[in-house]
């Protein structure tokens, strides 16, 4: 949402201080300018890019719309989450999770929380560990080891989409030269035309050097910071997961697993303690 008031704001003010500065709006529409910097930027986007990058892009975009879906209640959850699964293995065996591990929508646990389950990575990770585990063998020090492995996998491939993005928004400034000087070409093909012909052109290929640099700086560069800071937030939770695992796998009870989880999760979602132990109590 704030990413749709921060363009308007964008554009009110450079619009508004513009006209206030005499300017004419009309003679910023100039299409061939934008046809020009735009497509040439969308198409060294797909060429820089195979079909899956351009999907998460694009749906990078609309996620930074729709903002983070990881707050304090998403935590919440996950956390009342683990407290039932630890639990049920104290309390049935780690055997008896084989069930619930092999297919989360079926659980009987994890099916009451769908704010997790939408969170595929999240399953994936928190299933695949609680495996690893089942199978016995692994010493926490390696299980360690083979978690991290996995949060540097995912967290490499959730930087691609908006590092691709921001290389297209660090090449607008460049296209937006190569839109100028064609605009130049064109003028100089049209100087016998007179001085107020000659200043129109010039007028119409400087807005292209204008487009490149406010498409780069005050839209798509944001866009794509916001992109990644979405993504950061997204491996803390991932993070919480792994500090609450862990803390099961070497023996520590329910509660306490869950609060080696509590406290990995950043200070803005965070619940405090007697949110969580309220949560807590909900679950048993």
Known sequence: ????????????????GFILAGGNIITLLVIPEYIIIVGVAIGSLLIANPLPVLQKVLSGIIGTIKGARTNQTNYIELLKMMYEIFQFAKREGLIALEQHVEDP????????YPTFLENKK?????????KIILSGGIPANDLEDLMDQDLEAIEQEEEVPPGS????????????????????IITMGAISEGAEAVGHHVAAALV???????????IVGPIAASMQKISDKE????LAIKSGLLAFAKGSP??????FSRRSIDPENRPSFKETEDAVKQAR
Request: include cysteine; glycine fraction near 10%.
């Open 1 to 16: 949402m704030f990413v749709i008031i921060g363009i308007v704001v964008v554009i009110a003010s450079l619009l508004g």
């Open 105 to 112: 929508e079926s659980s009987t646990i994890i099916s009451k």
């Open 122 to 130: 999240a399953v994936d990770f928190f299933c695949d560990t609680l």
């Open 165 to 184: 993005l921001q290389t297209m928004a660090d090449a607008f400034p460049g296209l937006g030269i190569v839109a100028a000087v064609m605009g130049i």
């Open 208 to 218: 292209g050097t204008f487009l490149g640099v406010l498409m780069s700086y005050g």
């Open 235 to 238: 491996s803390k939770y991932l």
């Open 254 to 259: 329910a509660s306490v697993a869950i609060e």
